[in-house]
């Protein structure tokens, strides 16, 4: 039983192992490169949909259990092992990664290069969300991060903001709105959460007794609470910043409009939600002195961030700007989801990280479409396209209708059962901005379809724009499956994800948190 | 045929048009063919229709509830994990909305066929991709066991409005009223979302048989909703918009069924608004104003699909009165009746448009002669909706303004009065301008078309005429009783109703009187064809939305991220600075490091002596 | 011979070396200064190394002889280039690097 026994590792390797082949043979050029990536992208894919399949519902806790020591002086060991949500953000991640590929394929500016380091990206998101040790899903978070710098900076696109308000003296400075402004920021402002986030690990490590960075020391030992009030805080904020949370989630919007099409997809899709995901298992589950101290604020900052993302991308004219805040408007969701401390919210937090990712991919890969062919993203000088994409422009307005909530779709899912826990909370009062965020949501998701693909046109200069083509259609087409296989039948992961609440939920709430709950 | 049971046929006509839908989605080529596309909605919806018509037949003969759900989605809460459900409900009420829209989806199906034959190939099978879609959607919403289940449908329902609103997607005008339709019931949505979470906060299902004491909450939430779909003032503005869409659209989605979707929502949960006379109260004023209020609005519109949309917010009005105020059967045969001779009046205004080309009633006149069947069959659906003694229409009514007699509330009557004289007299008006009088131009040319376009108006017309006699076993199958009593308010109402007739007769018919009267009455026009309601709602997207997302906009991107930037450019000024320390002169690094060996060497000093 | 004796030797070549290297502008100057206080500190740890009756003073002083033989070769390589490039060694004048 090798591949049963090493399931989680081999799914981690696997893309990580595609970029090695890639880096050793530099003449793979063009499509041979792509077919090595989306190999080693659907091979991952693959481990992800096989862990689904061998996890054992009846049974719960940890499962595929894999350990080894690393640096035993510091109890740091590669111990990875997958819960109910690690099942469900597996399949995310294979699922994105695969069609981040195949929507990458028009891609000819040093695709080898590209795609080496977009497979390592992906290779840490996996290690991330399977990691039980602290310090190697630290290590795995960094290893997610730190190529984004690379991947927006050499092969992002130009945009510019124009310089006003009181701070324009900066434009002397830096040109904000570049690639490279918005490779440096993003990169600048994930390390500040990163540096943060290190000190609260350190602090956590040594707290607990020093002795090992495994999740279930750490998960349940007796932290001083005034240590888990600033810990928290520190991790709030370390993570938030990936996770989009106001006032910290500006390097979004810049960062996903500059992005090339599969590394918007990838950090709209994936990476955000580990941030999100850290504030819930690091902060959350290993503080719950400091979780149920700031919650009230966490919360609050989350509906702040569903309505002020959801008002900003209503003010947005270029597409991928208007994406960009969405995903801030619906990261907020996730992170209200998690502040309510409750099962149903919980459980929409998770599968709003994983609708939100199969959404905010499928927008990229229409957006990064048509600007491809149309090569603009200003979108009041666009219109009717839908006459020559009448594809791209039906599975935009679908893309937009699960954002928007529309039952049958996964959007709807995770939004009423984040609402449903919002008002099971002490704090019902927040699924009331929630809601009216969806409502906006509609405003402006349905309005720039409209503006885009509808009316008279198109306009001059976009005569000669295409439908989508080959792996572009595989890239939607799955993506728009998902998104109504997970409304329409949620269950298939819900119960997963419910499993693993199940268990960590009391960890934070205090009954029974005896340390040991998860262990397996 | 008997082999199959209640639950079945309901699957059949709940999923038959699911298949088809599903079907014409994935397989494009189909779609694409146009005919073969709408031959196959066309079979879903008669699969539809058999199924139904079996049902009612065996609701008619007292068959009891029948229930099955199935576990869709999991909810947590501290007494442990159960399942939220998924199913099929039926009942009469259920079973009979059921058929009223089969019936009128068939027929809408049909006339599609005639009205729509000029369309390119693939939007012709988009259109009945659509259908098939929206029949799906509003059985989901019918046959819905719980009310989440309902609010699912119910937005699916607002889905394929949008879509068919927008179908000619192309005209920037239907995109923009598809957009606006969708916007506005879907602010009122939120109501329904957020009645539904209070809901089950407090009694942890979706039932509308539930007793709470939140009922109050739940149902003024609920109402919200109610206006949004059901169009009701000041929430009735996206549906003259509406009219953007293909006529026949008009007439099921946006007369018959879809926009019913409020009332029905009202008899579903008639139990928990029982437990709120708070929101019986609002039900009832904000019904009678909507029904005068757009009656009167109806009286001054020049476009014929105007006119009637006018009239269906206020039919719908009439019904929210009745639930508001307690008469139940009254609210819900009218839905009934003018489900059929709304889409009959939609559907024959179709037939007129397409045969003169315009919508215009100025550009009409004298079609009776050329339209014979199109033009006797709006008559009949006229004198229905005027409420003229032993059409449908006048069944309905007066147990409506009884129903408000009875209650008491004899305010929301005198209007709903009024409203009547006003239904009679703009109907006349339409009737006496488009069919009777001296053709236009554009009238000279006009000829009947296929037997697509008239079987469907004969049919209903049909309904329209009969069904008014069938108020007992309808009543029963609410399971309420229903007696035949022509009362004091009966009659005023029908009197009122003859004299809007003989009003417009007068004003409208070969003598042109009372002009005197007309010109009167023209600054009301322009008021009502001003729009102030719908400038308001502008004004407030326009400024406030937009306004507001502009102004967080400018501070997400100028002061929050401002300050980000500042503390870049503050490190780099900062740098800047610094950069002095490095001379490049080797000996200023010298003198650096030996001053920092004796500052160490001091301060070793120190902390040893 | 007391530990003093050699101590304060060191001292003294360590002052020259540091007089040196504050004042020499010649960059050959300025590395020969540099020897001159790693011999002294080497001077220190033989001495050092005696007086303890260990051989880690030795050993120390080997590996810093083989250090100091680096850095000579190193900075004579560049003292060379700045030649090549300039005409002359002066340090004082060498100033590109200003940040």
């Known amino acids: 039983m090798f591949w049963h026994a090493h399931l989680l ?22 499509a041979a490169a792509k077919t090595v990536a989306l190999v080693g992208a659907a091979a991952s894919f693959a481990g992800a949909i096989a862990v689904w399949a061998s996890y054992d519902l009846s049974q719960g806790g940890l499962q595929l259990v894999e350990q080894y020591a690393l640096v035993p002086a510091y109890g740091i060991s590669l111990h990875l092992a997958v819960d109910g949500w690690g099942v469900a953000l597996l399949l995310l991640t294979g699922v994105i990664i695969t069609t981040g590929v195949l929507a990458t394929w028009t891609l000819e500016v040093r695709e080898r290069e590209f795609l080496v380091l977009l497979l390592v990206l992906v290779s840490g998101v996996y290690g991330v969300f399977v990691s039980q040790d602290l310090f190697v899903f630290f290590l795995f978070y960094e290893i997610a991060v730190l190529p984004m710098y690379l991947l927006i900076g050499i092969w992002g696109s130009e945009g510019e903001v124009e310089a006003k308000g009181p701070f324009a003296f900066v434009w002397r400075r830096f040109k904000v709105g570049g690639r490279e402004y918005a490779a440096m920021k993003l990169t600048l402002m994930l390390l500040a959460g990163s540096a943060a986030i290190l000190v609260a690990i350190v602090a956590m490590f040594f707290a607990a007794g020093g002795t090992s960075f495994g999740f279930d020391t750490l998960q349940g030992a007796a932290y001083p609470r005034s240590m888990q009030l600033w810990a928290f805080v520190l991790l709030w904020f370390g993570f938030g910043s990936l996770g989009g949370v106001f006032p910290f989630h500006t390097w979004s919007p810049d960062g996903h409009a500059a992005a090339p099409t599969a590394v918007s997809m990838l950090h709209a899709g994936v990476l955000m939600k580990l941030g999100a995901f850290g504030v819930i298992r690091v902060g959350m589950m290993m503080l719950p002195d400091g979780a149920a101290y700031w919650v009230p604020y966490v919360g609050a900052v989350a509906v702040l961030n569903i309505v002020w993302g959801a008002m900003s991308a209503l003010a947005q004219k270029d597409l991928k700007y208007i994406i960009a805040y969405s995903s801030v408007s619906h990261m907020g969701v996730v992170m209200l989801g998690a502040a309510t401390l409750t099962q149903d919210g919980w459980n929409g937090a998770i599968y709003q990280m994983v609708a939100h990712g199969m959404m905010t991919g499928l927008f990229f890969a229409l957006v990064g479409l048509v600007y ?21 422009a039906t599975f935009f307005v679908l893309a937009g209708l699960s954002s928007l909530g529309l039952p049958g779709l996964a959007g709807f899912v995770a939004e009423f059962l984040v609402f449903l826990g919002a008002w099971q909370s002490d704090h019902a009062w927040w699924a009331v901005p929630g809601i009216i965020g969806a409502f906006v949501t509609a405003v402006y998701v349905l309005r720039v379809g409209r503006d885009v693909f509808f009316g008279e046109g198109p306009a001059e200069g976009f005569e000669e724009l295409s439908d989508a083509k080959g792996t572009e259609w595989a890239a939607i087409v799955a993506l728009a499956a998902c998104l109504v296989l997970l409304g329409v039948y949620p269950n298939l992961v819900l119960e997963f994800i419910h499993q693993a609440t199940t268990e960590y939920l009391p960890l934070v709430l205090g009954s029974g948190a005896t340390g040991v709950a998860v262990l397996p | 045929m008997d082999t199959l049971t209640p639950l079945q046929w ?34 879903g919806a008669t699969v539809n229709l058999a199924a139904a018509s079996v049902l009612f037949v065996g609701w008619l003969g007292g068959a009891d509830t029948v229930r099955a759900t199935l576990p869709w989605l999991i909810h947590g809460g501290p007494e442990g994990a159960s399942m939220i459900e998924l199913g099929l409900h039926l009942d009469g009420i259920s079973v009979s909305m059921l058929w009223v829209v089969a019936i009128v989806a068939f027929c809408v199906q049909v006339f599609s066929l005639g009205y729509l034959s000029d369309e390119p190939k693939a939007g012709f099978g988009r259109y009945f991709t659509w259908q098939s879609l929206f029949l799906f959607s509003m059985n989901s919403l019918v046959l819905a066991p719980n009310l989440l289940q309902l609010f699912m449908g119910w937005e699916l329902v607002g889905l394929c409005s949008y879509l068919l609103i927008g179908f000619w997607f192309k005209k920037p005008s239907a995109a923009r009223a598809a957009l606006k339709a969708f916007w506005v019931t879907k602010f009122a949505d939120m109501g329904l979302l957020l009645g539904l979470i209070v809901l089950f906060v407090h009694t942890g299902g979706f039932e509308w048989t539930a007793t709470t004491a939140a009922a109050g909450t739940v149902t003024l939430l609920f109402f919200l909703a109610v206006m949004g779909k059901s169009a009701q003032f000041p929430l009735h503005i996206w549906l003259p918009d509406a009219m953007e869409g293909p006529t026949p659209v008009s007439a099921l989605l946006h007369a018959a069924t879809m926009v019913a979707a409020g009332v029905f929502l009202v008899v579903r949960a008639q ?70 001779f709304k889409a009959l009046l939609f559907l024959a205004a179709g037939g007129l448009i397409h045969a003169v080309h315009s919508n215009e009633l100025s550009h009409m006149g004298g079609l009776l002669k050329r339209l014979p069947v199109t033009g006797w069959t709006f008559i009949i659906g006229a004198l229905a909706l005027a409420g003229f003694p032993g059409f449908s229409g006048f069944f309905s009514k007066d147990l409506i303004l009884e129903g408000l007699f009875d209650a008491g509330a004899y305010g929301p009557l005198a209007m709903l009065l009024i409203g009547a004289f006003l239904t009679a007299f703009y109907m006349g008006r339409v009737v006496f301008m488009a069919l009777l009088g001296p053709p236009s131009e554009h009238a000279e040319h006009a000829h009947e078309a296929g037997g697509a376009m008239t079987l469907p108006l004969v049919l209903l017309a049909t309904l329209a005429l009969g069904l008014g006699f069938f108020a007992g076993p309808m009543a029963r199958l609410y399971g309420l009783t229903y007696h035949f009593h022509l009362g004091a308010v009966g009659i005023t109402a029908t009197a009122l109703g003859l004299a ?46 937009l306004g507001l997302g502009a102004g967080v906009a400018w501070v997400d991107r100028y002061i929050v991220d401002g300050l980000i930037n500042v503390m870049g450019y503050a490190s780099l000024a900062f740098g800047d600075r610094l950069r002095a320390v490095q001379t490049g002169n080797v000996r200023d690094y010298v003198y650096a490091v030996v001053a920092g060996l004796l500052l160490l060497g001091a301060f070793g000093a120190i902390v040893q002596g | 011979m007391s530990l003093q004796g050699f101590l304060l030797l060191a001292a003294a070549l360590f002052s020259l070396g540091l ?5 020499r502008r010649n960059a050959v100057g300025i590395l020969a200064s540099v020897e ?34 680096a850095e000579a070769a190193i900075g004579l390589a560049l003292v060379i280039l700045l030649y090549r490039s300039r005409q002359d060694v002066l340090v004082d004048t060498a100033t590109e690097m200003k940040g």
């Open chain 2, 10 to 43: 309901a699957s059949l006509a709940l999923f038959g048009p699911l298949v088809v839908a599903l079907v014409l989605g994935v397989v494009w080529p189909l779609r694409k063919a146009g005919g073969p596309a709408a031959g196959l909605s066309l079979l």
């Open chain 3, 19 to 23: 007089y040196g290297l504050l004042t």
């Open chain 1, 372 to 392: 491809h062919r149309a090569h603009s993203r200003w979108v009041p000088g666009m219109g009717g396209f839908a006459k020559r994409m009448p594809g791209v």
């Open chain 2, 500 to 545: 809007g007739i003989g009003t417009a007769w007068i004003m409208f018919g070969p003598k042109q009187g009372l002009q005197g009267l007309a010109a009167a009455f023209a600054p009301l026009g322009r008021v009502a064809r001003s729009g102030a309601v719908d400038k308001g709602f502008a004004l407030a997207y326009r400024q406030a939305l």
């Open chain 1, 9 to 30: 590792s081999l799914t981690v390797a696997a893309p990580f192992v595609a970029a090695l082949v890639l880096l050793a043979a530099p003449d793979l050029k063009g």
């Open chain 2, 271 to 340: 139990p928990l608004f029982a437990q709120a006379p708070l929101t019986g109260e609002v039900m009832t004023w904000v019904g009678a104003f909507t029904a005068l209020f757009a009656a009167s609005v109806a009286v001054v519109q020049t476009d014929i699909k105007k006119v009637l949309a006018y009239s269906t917010c206020s039919q719908l009005g009439y019904m929210i009165a009745a639930l508001g105020s307690g008469a139940v059967l009254g609210g819900y045969f009218h839905l009934t009746t003018h489900a059929f």
């Open chain 3, 36 to 69: 001159l206080m790693a011999n002294a500190v080497n001077l220190n740890l033989v001495a050092f190394g005696r007086w303890h009756g260990v051989v880690d003073g030795q050993v120390f002083a080997l590996f810093n002889t083989a250090l100091t033989v």
